[in-house]
């Protein structure tokens, strides 16, 4: 049925659809009507919010044969495209592998994640308001069917994540598929000492959606002994020393402590302000992507140029800045005037090794592991300066908060009191009077 969508298709012989009398075709006089009808509604802002051209083409065709056959084909038409404008926001429920949850559920945005059972399934319902719900009935069948059904690891449940959308069909599945990577990625990115939870890129696999993500501890778990041989690089080197040698590198099959490290310190409510939807929360969202992208690569110049665009989103947005100016509004985000030259100094240190990356060089500070250690800090501070920033100023545009930045550059605003958006005063980032802070690699605090 998806076929409609294609004009080849639809004008060809070939083309029919299901009935109860069998397959049926349309005249080409109902192909044109069909495409007249199609035209106007893909120019339907309630349309385009919800579907794919694809999607909507195969749902429409369905809907005309239907008509076909009802008593009163005018009211079925009015009712079925009434269906189709007005759709609730779907909700989609996906596991995600290389994680663990030991907590409670939990409602976090425009989320709920927890293990996937009954209490999870009953979270979900409550707070889905005048969106879409999951019947027990369906809830029962994909716990059966889709949890329960796989061997336990370790006697871990599996994680899920629900999410709503406005999209349907396939576009919800690719919404919450986002959705659980945003959140995995602002977790990292908001987390202040991920190495406290046992999660650094070497310890832990990226989490993802369940079977498009391979579960590294369920695969390990359950494959023959034979077969681990695919999850271990053994290669074969031969030097003057040694004529036959052989090395072992894998990675480690433990999951990723989720609700530790969202559930720590202040760490939800940082992640919950960037996903409002607020004029901050993209350029967070954003960075997060390319935090993440950072944070699971083994290669340290691929993550010198994801934390440098990681960089870039938070304090430029989607505006062309000059590197100088870009320098500037980091430094700017230092409460202190007097610590805003070390701050400078740090980001076109940063910038530096980057650059020479993006050129084709290699820096001989990417040999250094606490170099990388250092740029995630620098990220990590930033971001949580943005949601100072954002809190503190209330800019309600792109442009306003461009504004800001210049009146900070020129003296026209100051920032006031170092009571943070998040509730309390942050110890990281407003230091009390009476603390220095010593400046560490690449003007990182130690």
Known sequence: MYGWSVLSYRRSGMASLPSP??????????????????????HEQKIKTRWSEENLWALIATMTVAASEAANVSEFIE?????????????????????????????????????????????????AGERCTVGSEAAEAWLRDRVLARPAVDGLSPVAVATWSHRQDDGAFRAAQRAAGELVDLCLLMTRELSSYRASSVEVNRPGVRGLVLDRSAVTEFLPGSSRM?????????????????????????????????????????VE??????????????????????????????????????MDA?????????????????????RDPVKRLDRRA????????????????????????????????????????MLELGSAFAPDTPNAVDTVF?????????????????????????????????????????
């Open 273 to 310: 302000t960037a996903m409002k939807p607020w004029v901050i929360g993209p350029r967070i969202r954003t960075s997060a992507r390319w935090f993440g992208e950072a944070f699971f690569t083994s290669e340290a110049d691929d993550s010198s140029l994801a934390l440098g665009v990681a």
């Open 314 to 334: 938070l304090l430029s947005g989607r505006s062309a800045v000059p590197g100088g100016a870009m320098a500037d509004r980091f430094a700017l985000l230092e």
């Open 346 to 385: 740090q980001y076109l240190d940063l910038y530096g090794v980057r650059s020479s990356v993006a050129h084709g060089g290699r820096s001989s500070r990417l040999s250094d592991q606490t170099f990388t250690q250092s740029y995630q800090q620098a990220v990590h501070w930033a971001a949580r300066r």
């Open 79 to 127: 009712r079925a495209l009434s269906r189709v404008m007005s759709a609730r926001q779907a909700v989609t429920i996906v596991l995600l592998a290389n994680v663990r949850w030991d907590s409670e559920p939990l409602a976090i945005g425009d989320a709920v994640v927890g293990k996937a059972d009954r209490d999870f399934f009953e979270l979900v319902n409550r707070r």
């Open 21 to 42: 009398r069998g397959s049926v075709t349309f005249t080409p006089d109902g192909i044109d009507a069909l495409e007249d009808a199609m035209e106007a509604l893909l």
């Open 406 to 446: 210049d009146q900070l550059r020129l003296g026209a605003a100051i920032w006031p009191s170092e009571q943070s958006p998040l509730g309390q005063v942050d110890p990281v980032l407003a230091p009390k009077a009476d603390e220095s802070i010593t400046l560490g690699p690449c003007g990182s605090e130690l």
């Open 230 to 270: 695919e999850l271990v690089a053994q290669p074969l080197t031969v030097t003057d020393l040694h004529p036959s040698s052989q090395t072992t590198h894998w990675y480690s099959a433990d999951p990723l402590p989720l609700d530790a490290a969202l559930l720590s310190s202040d760490t939800l409510n940082a």
